[in-house]
C-alpha cells in the first residue's frame, strides 16, 4: 500500500480534467493505496508571494517561518511517497495557481539550499491537453513542458518522475461525438491505470 499525495488544480468540478483526476483516485482505491489532495482551487490556494515570502526566498533565509498553508503543503508531501500533479495544459504550461504553488510551497530550507523534504519514490505529472501528444511534440511545446516540470520543478525532489499528457480533447469540441467517447474511455482507463 502507498500513499499518494494529489495536487490537482483546475476550477470547474465538470471539466474532463476533474473525471481524469476522479478516475486516477478510483484506481488508487482499486489497489487499496491511500490518499490526500490538495484541490487548489477548493482550497482559495493563494498562489502569489507576499513581500516576506519574497524576502524570505531572496534573502535564503530557512529559519524564517512559512505560512500555515505552505505548512500544511509540507506536511502532505512528506507523508506521501508518490505525488501525482493533476491539471489542464493551459498556453503550453500549467494553471497560473499551480504554478504558484510551486512558488510558494518549494521554499528554501525545504525544497532547496538546503532541501530537508522526503524525496518521493516517484512524481507523476498528468495532464489534459486540447492539442494531441504528436501536434505538441511537433511545435516543441511537449519537450518545454515536460523539461520545466521533471526538471526545474521536481528534478532531485522525487527518485523518478513521470510526464504523462492525456492529448487530443478539442474532439470533444467536434460533430464527431463517437470519437470523443472512444478518446474519453481510453484517457480515463490510462489514468486509473496509471494509479495502479
Same mark, same amino acid.
Given at each position: 500500500?502507498?500513499?499518494?499525495?494529489?495536487?490537482?488544480?483546475?476550477?470547474?468540478?465538470?471539466?474532463?480534467?476533474?473525471?481524469?483526476?476522479?478516475?486516477?483516485?478510483?484506481?488508487?482505491?482499486?489497489?487499496?493505496?491511500?490518499?490526500?489532495?490538495?484541490?487548489?482551487?477548493?482550497?482559495?490556494?493563494?498562489?502569489?508571494?507576499?513581500?516576506?515570502?519574497?524576502?524570505?526566498?531572496?534573502?535564503?533565509?530557512?529559519?524564517?517561518?512559512?505560512?500555515?498553508?505552505?505548512?500544511?503543503?509540507?506536511?502532505?508531501?512528506?507523508?506521501?511517497?508518490?505525488?501525482?500533479?493533476?491539471?489542464?495544459?493551459?498556453?503550453?504550461?500549467?494553471?497560473?495557481?499551480?504554478?504558484?504553488?510551486?512558488?510558494?510551497?518549494?521554499?528554501?530550507?525545504?525544497?532547496?539550499?538546503?532541501?530537508?523534504?522526503?524525496?518521493?519514490?516517484?512524481?507523476?505529472?498528468?495532464?489534459?491537453?486540447?492539442?494531441?501528444?504528436?501536434?505538441?511534440?511537433?511545435?516543441?511545446?511537449?519537450?518545454?513542458? %515536460?523539461?520545466?516540470?521533471?526538471?526545474?520543478?521536481?528534478?532531485?525532489?522525487?527518485?523518478?518522475?513521470?510526464?504523462?499528457?492525456?492529448?487530443?480533447?478539442?474532439?470533444?469540441?467536434?460533430?464527431?461525438?463517437?470519437?470523443?467517447?472512444?478518446? %474519453?474511455?481510453?484517457?480515463?482507463?490510462?489514468?486509473?491505470?496509471?494509479?495502479?
Amino acid at each position: 500500500m502507498t500513499n499518494v499525495h494529489v495536487v490537482y488544480a483546475h476550477p470547474s468540478a465538470h471539466s474532463f480534467t476533474r473525471e481524469v483526476r476522479d478516475a486516477f483516485l478510483g484506481g488508487l482505491a482499486d489497489t487499496g493505496h491511500t490518499w490526500t489532495v490538495s484541490d487548489l482551487y477548493a482550497m482559495a490556494f493563494r498562489p502569489e508571494l507576499t513581500l516576506d515570502e519574497y524576502e524570505r526566498e531572496g534573502g535564503r533565509d530557512a529559519t524564517a517561518p512559512v505560512g500555515d498553508d505552505v505548512a500544511a503543503e509540507h506536511a502532505k508531501l512528506d507523508a506521501a511517497e508518490v505525488w501525482a500533479f493533476v491539471y489542464p495544459v493551459w498556453w503550453a504550461d500549467c494553471p497560473a495557481l499551480l504554478k504558484g504553488w510551486f512558488d510558494r510551497v518549494w521554499t528554501v530550507g525545504y525544497a532547496y539550499k538546503p532541501a530537508r523534504l522526503r524525496p518521493a519514490r516517484k512524481a507523476l505529472m498528468l495532464c489534459t491537453a486540447g492539442y494531441t501528444v504528436a501536434e505538441l511534440e511537433s511545435s516543441g511545446c511537449y519537450q518545454a513542458m %515536460r523539461t520545466t516540470m521533471l526538471t526545474d520543478r521536481i528534478g532531485e525532489r522525487a527518485r523518478s518522475s513521470e510526464f504523462v499528457v492525456l492529448g487530443g480533447t478539442t474532439v470533444r469540441d467536434s460533430d464527431d461525438q463517437e470519437s470523443w467517447a472512444a478518446l %474519453r474511455a481510453t484517457h480515463l482507463r490510462r489514468a486509473a491505470d496509471l494509479a495502479r
